[in-house]
């Protein structure tokens, strides 16, 4: 089955920057979309991100907009978060996932991504 691998997670002050990234391997990595989520404790999981097949379209949560940019290389198999400015708010298990299905941009359900990788901590401190 398809296997995503987030790594580069950490701890980083208010203000700095992070960039994550998810491996894909056992899949047809160029027909997926790929999405980023997050949990912060007692919350529920939260839209981020995402990016379509070709890479030419993106679409934000309004909370991250401006300052967290998603990208992939087909080439690698790999999807991206860089994360700038980032906030204490911030503060959450971010996860890395694919949709075989044809997304429209406004679309961010959990429910439409088949296959979830296994999450990376980000802490931001004040």
């Known amino acids: 089955q398809v296997q995503l691998v987030e790594s580069g997670g950490g701890l980083v002050q208010a203000g700095g920057s992070l960039r994550l990234s998810c491996a894909v391997s056992?899949?047809?990595?160029?027909?997926?979309?790929m999405g980023w989520f997050r949990q912060a404790p007692g919350k529920e999981r939260e839209f981020v991100a995402h990016?379509?097949?070709?890479?030419?379209?993106?679409y934000y949560a309004n909370s991250v907009k401006d300052r967290f940019t998603i990208s992939r290389d087909n080439a690698k198999n790999m999807v991206y978060l860089q994360m700038s400015s980032l906030k204490p708010e911030d503060t959450a298990v971010y996860s890395c996932?694919?949709?075989?299905?044809?997304?429209?941009?406004?679309?961010?359900?959990?429910?439409?991504?088949?296959?979830w990788g296994q999450g990376t901590q980000v802490t931001v401190s004040s």
């Open positions: 990016i379509r097949r070709s890479g030419t379209s993106t």
């Open positions: 056992r899949g047809t990595f160029s027909t997926y979309t």
């Open positions: 996932a694919a949709s075989t299905s044809d997304i429209i941009y406004t679309d961010t359900r959990p429910s439409r991504y088949a296959y």
